[in-house]
């Protein structure tokens, strides 16, 4: 049995890599070091900002929302927080998760807004999977709940006048997603893998990721800890389709063999991100509905028309 | 690392999930016990009769050991 390497007691985390052990105090302090140097480091928040926290339900999400919360009140930097959970319309699922960020938001005292795919564009993620199934496209559940979910996010991020966005991606998610778009040959996502992506458009709210140099296991450990982690195992129904579920069951069993191999990528990811000739798309404006995108017409809009839920007609003049 | 006992049964529990009893030949660690069960250690945080372990821990007779999944589909 592991004791913790600065007080002796027993240890509940050991860092393989560093060969450090730490008990629950420890942990937690080492926790709070790293997301601040995080914050810090990258200047993810100013003074008085209105901080938009993406909230799924998720212990991920959860624990970001708690630990900012708390954060906010050691900072007294004048922040005001606001939760934002997105109803994708996925059922038996995100019914759960919601009530979630509801008991949690009410006990922080923070305010809540939800938006759905409903609501926003007229079908529920599962109404939209039949309906590409039906029309025979060649789209995943998770493409079309990603492009949803990330522009309604910022959409709403921005009606409620949120001043940043933040969202719970760790180191997990951030190396997972720069392995995928390396295989993908994607060198402009690549490029807007960094802790804060900063106004690339007027409509744009800069996105941030305090969680950047995190393990999904610290998130874990930080959840359980702090009782956040959910009493109900629920996972989403489409999430094992993905080829982002293969990516991080290869790369856990890798780092299991190898230690430090998520560090060592998500350092090769920083030093790509720092090349000046790595291609960054252009802000452009959607022709369709107006929001950011990275092309004449948004991906929402693209998919959207695809399915046949949007008519040419609607396209802005 | 194994330890020689006459056997041990332990009650494994994977969060959300239900409960089994494992039998043991010898005391295991925690990390040896995941990977019997087929799983990968980098995707659980393990408690041991409600305590958080690390997975050097030798498991005893009796013990409830309740694996909570790092990853989450969401």
């Known amino acids: 049995m592991a004791n913790c390497s600065i007080c002796s007691k027993q240890a509940i985390y050991v860092i393989k890599s560093g060969g450090l052990a730490l008990c629950k105090k420890h942990f937690l302090e080492y926790f709070d070091r790293k997301v601040r140097r995080t914050i810090r480091k990258n200047k993810l928040f100013r003074k008085n900002e209105h901080i938009v926290i993406a909230v799924s339900g998720g212990k991920d999400s959860l624990s970001l929302l708690h630990y900012t919360v708390n954060l906010s009140k050691r900072a007294r930097m004048g922040w005001r927080i606001t939760a934002l959970t997105i109803d994708e319309g996925i059922s038996g699922y995100r019914d759960y998760t919601i009530k979630r960020v509801e008991e949690l938001s009410s006990s922080l005292g923070v305010e809540l807004k939800i938006a759905s795919f409903k609501d926003y564009f007229g079908y529920t993620l599962d109404e939209v999977v039949k309906i590409s199934g039906e029309r025979g496209l060649p789209y995943l559940p998770c493409t079309y709940c990603g492009v949803f979910r990330r522009y309604l996010l910022n959409r709403v991020a921005r009606e409620i006048s949120g001043t940043v966005l933040a969202t719970a991606h760790h180191l997990d998610d951030v190396v997972q997603t720069y392995l995928i778009n390396i295989f993908n040959n994607n060198w402009s996502n690549i490029h807007k ?23 999904e296991k610290e998130t874990t450990l930080y959840a359980i800890l702090n009782g956040l982690y959910p009493s109900e195992r629920t996972e989403c129904p489409y999430a094992p389709l993905s080829f982002r579920w293969q990516v991080r069951r290869v790369l856990n069993y890798l780092e299991e063999s190898r230690p430090g191999l998520k560090y060592s990528t998500m350092k090769s990811l920083m030093e790509a991100t720092s090349l000046k000739n790595v291609a960054s798309s252009e802000a452009m404006t959607c022709i369709v509905c107006g929001e950011p995108s990275s092309h004449e017409v948004c991906k929402a809009c693209q998919l959207r028309a695809e399915l046949g839920l949007l008519e040419l007609r609607e396209v802005k003049t | 690392m194994a ?40 995707e659980y945080v393990v408690a041991v009769s409600g305590t958080i372990v690390t997975e050097d821990y030798l498991i005893n007779d009796g013990d409830e050991v309740v694996l909570y999944p790092v990853v989450s589909g969401g």
């Open chain 2, 3 to 42: 330890e020689e006992t006459s056997g041990i049964k332990v009650k494994v529990r994977e969060f959300g999930s239900g409960v089994k009893e494992v039998s043991l030949k010898n005391r295991v660690s925690v990390g040896e016990l995941v990977k019997s069960l087929g799983y990968i250690i980098e």
């Open chain 1, 193 to 215: 893998l960094t802790p804060s992506l900063t106004s690339i458009h007027k409509l744009f709210v800069r996105r941030v990721k305090p969680f950047y140099e995190v393990l």
